[in-house]
C-alpha cells in the first residue's frame, strides 16, 4: 500500500546553488547528501515533514553526473524542474508486482539502491499520464545512511 509521498524529484544543473535557493528562501536544510552512480546523479534530501505512516516526505535535488544519465537527458530537453514523483511503501516488492499486472510498465526486474539504502523502482511516465512515478521502501531507521 502506498501511504505517503516520499519524495518530488527536482532536476538541476547545479546542485549547490538550488539547494542555497531552498535555504535561503524556505528555509529548508539539507538532511542527506549522497552520490549515486548507478542513477548517474549527485543528490540532495530536504525533509520537509514526518508523515503519519513512520516516514517523511523529502524533496530531492538531482544533479546528473553524466550527461546521458536519466536526468542528464532529461534537462537537456526540458531545462530543469520537476522530474518524478515518489510514493513510499512498505513493500515496493509486492506494490510494484500488483502494479506491472495492471499493466504498468515497471522500470526494473528487482528494485535498486535509492537514497539512504532504500529500495526503489520506477514507473514508466508513458503509463502514467506523463508523470515518471518512483515507489520507495525506506531502510529501516536503524539501518538509514545519513
Ligand atoms: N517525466 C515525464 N516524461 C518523461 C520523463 C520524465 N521524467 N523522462 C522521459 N520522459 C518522456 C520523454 O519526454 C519521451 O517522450 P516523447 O517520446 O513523447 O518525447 C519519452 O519519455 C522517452 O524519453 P527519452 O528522453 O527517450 O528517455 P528514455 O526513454 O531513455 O528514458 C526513462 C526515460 C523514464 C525510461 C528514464 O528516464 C528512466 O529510466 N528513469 C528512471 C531512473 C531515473 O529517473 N533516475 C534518476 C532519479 C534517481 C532517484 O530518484 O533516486
Ligand atoms: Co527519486
Known amino acids: 500500500m502506498l501511504t505517503r509521498i516520499d519524495h518530488i524529484g527536482i532536476a538541476c544543473f ?27 546523479v549527485r543528490e540532495a534530501m530536504l525533509k520537509i515533514n514526518e508523515t503519519s505512516d513512520g516516514g517523511a516526505s523529502y524533496l530531492q535535488l538531482l544533479e546528473p553526473t553524466r550527461e546521458d544519465s536519466a536526468v542528464g537527458k532529461w534537462l537537456a530537453k526540458n531545462g530543469e524542474g520537476v522530474h518524478h514523483i515518489a510514493f513510499g511503501t512498505a513493500d515496493v516488492d509486492g506494490d510494484s508486482e500488483g502494479i506491472r499486472d495492471k499493466g ?23 503509463d502514467c499520464h506523463g508523470v515518471l512515478t518512483e515507489l520507495v521502501t525506506s531502510a529501516p531507521p536503524a539501518d538509514q545512511e545519513h
Not at 20 to 28: C, D, K, L, Q, V
Not at 30 to 39: A, C, D, G, L, Y
Not at 108 to 116: F, N, T, V
Open 14 to 40: 547545479d546542485l549547490d546553488r538550488t539547494v542555497e535557493f531552498y535555504r535561503a528562501t524556505y528555509g529548508f536544510e539539507v538532511f542527506h547528501t549522497e552520490v549515486n552512480e548507478e542513477q548517474g
Open 104 to 126: 504498468v510498465r515497471v522500470l526494473y526486474d528487482e528494485p535498486r539502491r535509492g537514497s539512504m539504502g532504500s529500495r526503489i523502482t520506477f514507473l514508466h511516465p508513458k
